[in-house]
């Protein structure tokens, strides 16, 4: 069992940059691989970015290939997403997600636990 906690969404101007922190509490955050998913009003959640249980292995979604960066330190049980150079598009409740095991998925429903959002406000 593992419970997620994010942080760090707000306001920013577009092309600006924010860092969002998803803190894990629970035993064995590095054996979880760990997502972010975004949902923005009146569409579906949808994968951005993953990493494997050691770091080793990240994946992205198009739309943010080259803007983001998603790290973890497991010593503090924590995974991050670096946005930079963001667009009106990224508007989006932004989502922590955790799966057991080695490797990162893109798909939401192969992950088991759920943070409960933090929302990511771009203005153009």
């Known amino acids: 069992q593992v419970q997620l906690v994010e942080s760090g969404g707000g306001l920013v101007q577009a092309g600006g940059s924010l860092r969002l922190s998803c803190a894990a509490s629970?035993?064995?955050?590095?054996?979880?691989?760990m997502g972010w998913f975004r949902q923005a009003p009146g569409k579906e959640r949808e994968f951005v970015a993953a990493i494997s249980w050691t770091g080793g292995s990240t994946y992205y979604a198009d739309s943010v290939k080259g803007r983001f960066t998603i790290s973890r330190d497991n010593a503090k049980n924590t995974v991050y997403l670096q946005m930079n150079s963001l667009k009106p598009e990224d508007t989006a409740v932004y989502y922590c997600?955790?799966?057991?095991?080695?490797?990162?998925?893109?798909?939401?429903?192969?992950?088991?636990?759920w943070g409960q959002g933090t929302q990511v406000t771009v203005s153009s």
């Open positions: 997600a955790a799966r057991s095991g080695r490797y990162a998925y893109t798909r939401a429903d192969d992950y088991a636990y």
């Open positions: 629970g035993r064995g955050f590095g054996s979880f691989a």
